[in-house]
Every structure is written in structure tokens, then in C-alpha cells.
């Protein structure tokens, strides 16, 4: 195994969950993180926890709310955020942190509708806002009423500042955890552009490769592959053990970081993943049982049949909050 030695500012960057933040406030010296490199996957093999301790937080290992019982079973949810004002406008966003449209903000809302019988017990967002407020806003639907709350582990003190002192409380809650790694593919020098200009400008299939290749990035950019690099990664070492842990989870990000992950889930090549386009604010539900994810599309409404027929544990769940409502 390379051992590679990191800035005290790639640290930051590389273990922040959320905002960026500097890491000096928490590192003194700097620090020789061993990683794993490989050509298929650059994995960091430093965990959060690892390089800075006790100032990120993982759901399953600090149990920051609701203890569960394990089981072999798990419904994931994927959302693309709801239309942002940069969709609206028709400009390649990318990294530029831009808000939902009031579009997006109904968007969010009914996809909110559509999942709001199936159990969360844990949000994972991009740090970006148009992903969070879909996130919020969706919950904002949900039968269980649980209050989705951002965990901020940015420094000792964020962590600290925000800590919820009642058990009941914490029970009713929601942990949402915002990590970079899923914000949208860094566009490059295409961010702020108009698409429809820059088709003309370049071509409609150079901007098409640029947009929808898996190799190919757009100038300065990263191409989905780099995208899938870190989102993938972040799936696998985050996102997949709470789900191997029975914890459902809802991911809200965007067209390219989800469609890199929905490479992954569903194993389709460098070839497929091109057609592959996502809506904004359609949610998408996947189970995870046995160690494989099982594609259920999306949710049409919020007593759709089917999607209660997928698992004992869904079905139990919905009976449930039927039952309480009728009291
Ligand atoms: O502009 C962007 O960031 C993305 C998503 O809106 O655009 P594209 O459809 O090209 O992936």
C-alpha cells in the first residue's frame, strides 16, 4: 500500500461530509494517510473518523438517533432534486450551488407524496441546497412526521452546538448527512453557460458527449467517470453498510452523481449509462436484500400496491401507520 502525504488542506477537502471546512482548526500536524490507489478505483482508504476524531459522525457506529434492530432487508429511495433556477434558465450547473424554482419547490413536494409510506431512517444529501431542499421538502410529506435534522460535523464545535439533548426528541428525528462527494459532476468551464448556445457553439454531439459520455469530460470538468470516482466510493464506504445494517435511506442528489450511482446499482456498462437521463423530482425506490439491490422503479403514488408487495417488512410498516392514523 502507497503511503501518500496529504496537505492539511486535501484533507480538509477529502474528509469533509459537508461544507468545506479548514481543516487546521482540527489538524496540527501533518499527517501520513496511507491510501489505496487502484486504476479502476481510487479509494481513500483514511476514514473520516480515522484522520479526525470524533468530529464526523457515522449513523450506525455513534448511533446519533433511533437504534435499529438488524435486518436483512433495506428500501433505498434516490431523488434527483426538483427543477433549479439554472434548469429553469437552461444553464450547465454543475458545482454552482443554486436554488429549487418554485416548480422544483411542487416537485419536491409530491415526490414527498409518493414515498411518503415507506420508513427513512436516514438522509444522505449532496451539499449543495437544491438537493437539500428537495430532501426537506420531501420529508415535509411524510406520514411519520419525523423532523429531518442536518448533522453538522464540521468542527468539534458544530458538532457540539447542535447536539439534541432528549432521547424522545432524537427518536422522532430524521439524521440527514450532507457529504460533497454527491453533488453534481464539476462541469467545468461549461458552468453558467447556456445549453442550447453551447450546442450551437460546439456541435450537438461533441456538447451530447460532454454531457451523457462516461469517459469523456467537458473542458476543465469531470467526466461521469471521475463523477462515479468519488459518489460511488462514498456509496460503497457510507451508504451501503446502513443498508446492510436494515437502514432505509433516502439519497437526494443529482442527474449525474445518481446516475453514476445507478450505474453501479443496476451494472450497466459505459455504453447504457450514456441513454440513462434522470427527471428532477422523481423519486426511484431500490431493495437491498441479501447483499443485492433489486430495481423497483418509481413510485406512483403513495398507496401504490405494488410498492408494498416488494417486502413483509414495507407492507408491515404501511398497516402500521394506517392503523395509527384511523386512531
Ligand atoms: O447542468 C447540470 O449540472 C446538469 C444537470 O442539470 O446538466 P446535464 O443535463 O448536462 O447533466
Known sequence: MATTTISHQAIGSIVSHNRPFKASLFLKEPLNVPMKLSPKRFKIEATASQVIDNTVLSPSKNKPFESKKRSNEA??????????????????????????????????????????????????????????????????????????????????????????????????????????????????????????????????????????????????????????????????????????????VMIAAHGNSLRSIIMYLDDLTSQEVTSLDLSTGIPLLYIFRDGKFMKRGSPVGPTEAGVYAYTKRLAQYREKLDEASLN
Open 75 to 248: 428500501a433505498l429511495i434516490l431523488i434527483r432534486h426538483g427543477e433549479s433556477l439554472w434548469n429553469e434558465k437552461n444553464l450547465f450547473t454543475g458545482c454552482v450551488d443554486v436554488p429549487l424554482t418554485q416548480k422544483g419547490v411542487g416537485e419536491a413536494i409530491e415526490a414527498g407524496k409518493k414515498i411518503s409510506n415507506i420508513p427513512v431512517d436516514l438522509i444522505f444529501t449532496s451539499s449543495l441546497i437544491r438537493a437539500q431542499m428537495t430532501a426537506m421538502l420531501a420529508m415535509t410529506q411524510h406520514r411519520r412526521k419525523k423532523v429531518p435534522i442536518i448533522l453538522h460535523n464540521e468542527s468539534v464545535k458544530a458538532k457540539t452546538w447542535s447536539h439534541v439533548f432528549s432521547e424522545e426528541t432524537r427518536k422522532q428525528s430524521i439524521p440527514v448527512i450532507a457529504a460533497w462527494q454527491l453533488n453534481e459532476r464539476m462541469y467545468g468551464e461549461l458552468q453558467g453557460l447556456n445549453k442550447k448556445e453551447t450546442a450551437e457553439r460546439y456541435g450537438t454531439e461533441q456538447v451530447h458527449e460532454w454531457r451523457r459520455s462516461y469517459e469523456i469530460p467537458p473542458p476543465k470538468g469531470e467526466s461521469l467517470e471521475m463523477c462515479a470516482e468519488r459518489a460511488v466510493a462514498y456509496f460503497e464506504d457510507n451508504i451501503k453498510p446502513e443498508l446492510a445494517s436494515g437502514n432505509n
